[in-house]
């Protein structure tokens, strides 16, 4: 099997196992508090993943800067992003849990063009993120009833916070890319965010809820750890060596897609035409953002030289 074999597998793996951790985290956070259950999680995920990286390369950053700059990432990846996705996922569906994280893409270029004074919005962006957020107002059309709920509504919202807060972190981690041991910093990001969901556990998790010795509990936990921490991220980072970005980011249109079908076929979550509107308008409008930012990217970049 050649390299870009592998690459494209690791690309498929990424699509479908990633698109299967919102069913895996719904189903955990109905038998187990959400932070508690996130928190563990990813301390136990990121212990794996520095322990694979300095055995991989001894040469790891452990100067004050470099931790700050991990700790800084993974609150923002990890205890506001994953941590609210996890709470929120107690009260919406994990289908409607995907499709409103799958705006990240949207979000991430509205941040860039706050935060560059070189890069301007176009016609392309517009209509994209008009397209975007349309979509989600679709995935709520046939559920008005919700709506009024204030336990849906919150977790629409932290959801939705979440999707922002993962979108800044990961701006951050970009701009300010540690070159010593990047698994190893990763590992260092996920220890820390997991760590500082423990700390805000007992202010936001119900224990009343917490049911961890059930086989849905450890059966999901170690399933999120395996595969939609360690494996898939592994396969994350070898794609990206091997395929163009473009082709990489691909995954983002197939996750939300896997995870309303799954969600429906084994949860019994609502599907009817407004929800394949909606995940049509989402990934279109994707698209149409992500080509508009490219233009004006090289147009920026022109006009600098």
């Known amino acids: 099997m050649n390299t870009n074999t592998k690459a494209y597998l690791a690309l498929f793996f990424i699509c479908i196992v990633w698109g299967t951790t919102y069913l895996v985290i719904r189903i955990a956070v109905l038998h187990c508090p959400s932070f508690l259950f996130a928190g563990i999680r990813q301390v136990l995920s990121g212990i794996i993943i520095m322990t694979s990286g300095f055995l991989m390369s001894k040469r790891i950053d452990l100067s004050k800067s470099n931790l700050m700059h991990q700790a800084l990432v993974g609150f923002l990846l990890i205890t506001v992003g994953n941590g609210l996705v996890s709470w929120g996922e107690m009260h919406i569906p994990s289908g409607v849990a995907a499709l409103i ?73 970009k701009k300010k890319a540690a070159h010593i041991n990047p698994l190893f910093n990763s590992g260092l990001q996920l220890f820390f965010g997991g760590s500082m969901l423990f700390v805000c556990s007992p202010f936001i ?21 395996l595969f939609g921490s360690v494996l898939a991220y592994s396969a994350y980072m070898y794609a990206l060596k091997e395929l163009p970005v473009g082709v990489v980011a691909l995954y983002a249109y197939v996750n939300p ?49």
């Open 205 to 225: 998790d119900d224990y009343h809820n917490l049911h961890f010795f059930q086989k849905e509990v450890i059966g999901s936990l170690a399933y999120l750890i």
């Open 101 to 173: 994280c799958s705006l990240m893409p949207i979000v991430s270029v509205l941040i860039n063009l706050v935060i560059s004074k070189k890069e301007k919005i176009n016609l392309q962006i517009s209509i994209g993120m008009m397209l975007g957020f349309l979509g989600v107002a679709l995935i709520f059309r046939n559920d008005i009833g919700n709506i009024s709920n204030k336990a849906y509504l919150l977790g629409a919202i932290a959801t939705l916070v979440a999707t922002t807060s993962w979108s800044l972190g990961s701006i951050i981690n």
């Open 257 to 305: 897609l896997v995870a309303v079908v799954l969600g429906y076929f084994i949860l019994n979550e609502p599907l009817n035409w407004f929800t394949v509107i909606a995940f049509i308008t989402i990934v279109t409008g994707v698209y149409i953002v992500n080509y508009g930012y490219k233009l004006q990217h090289q147009k920026a970049i022109s006009s600098s030289n």
